[in-house]
């Protein structure tokens, strides 16, 4: 009977490498620790450490996102409230 792929999650993974770089087990002892195999742990390691610089080129995005789209809402608040005060000046002008 074939086993189903196990899926593990980002904070396990991170746990797991974040041990593996201190270096005080070796992979093998990791890797019988977790239940997993020693290929599986240099992986996310090194995947890890290839998307490290990214966690700080990423630093002011979420923010700077979450403004744009606050702008967005306020554009759309602006344009609404420019038909009502046109709409109400016809009718008082009327």
Same mark, same amino acid.
């Given at each position: 009977?074939?086993?189903?792929?196990?899926?593990?999650?980002?904070? +396990?993974?991170?746990?797991?490498?974040? &041990?593996?770089?201190?270096?005080?087990?070796? %992979?093998?002892? @990791?890797? *019988? #620790?977790?239940?997993?195999?020693?290929?599986?742990?240099?992986?996310?390691?090194?995947?890890?450490?290839?998307?490290?610089?990214?966690? +700080?080129?990423?630093?002011?995005?979420? &923010?700077?996102?979450?403004?744009?789209?606050? %702008?967005?809402? @306020?554009? *759309? #608040?602006?344009?609404?409230?420019?038909?009502?005060?046109?709409?109400?000046?016809?009718?008082?002008?009327?």
């Amino acid at each position: 009977m074939k086993r189903s792929r196990r899926k593990f999650s980002a904070e +396990f993974k991170t746990k797991v490498v974040l &041990e593996a770089l201190s270096e005080r087990l070796t %992979a093998s002892e @990791l890797a *019988q #620790k977790y239940e997993i195999h020693p290929n599986q742990i240099a992986q996310w390691k090194r995947e890890f450490l290839d998307r490290a610089a990214e966690v +700080f080129e990423r630093s002011g995005k979420p &923010e700077q996102q979450q403004s744009e789209e606050d %702008a967005t809402q @306020l554009y *759309q #608040k602006i344009g609404q409230l420019q038909i009502e005060n046109d709409f109400l000046k016809k009718k008082l002008l009327s």
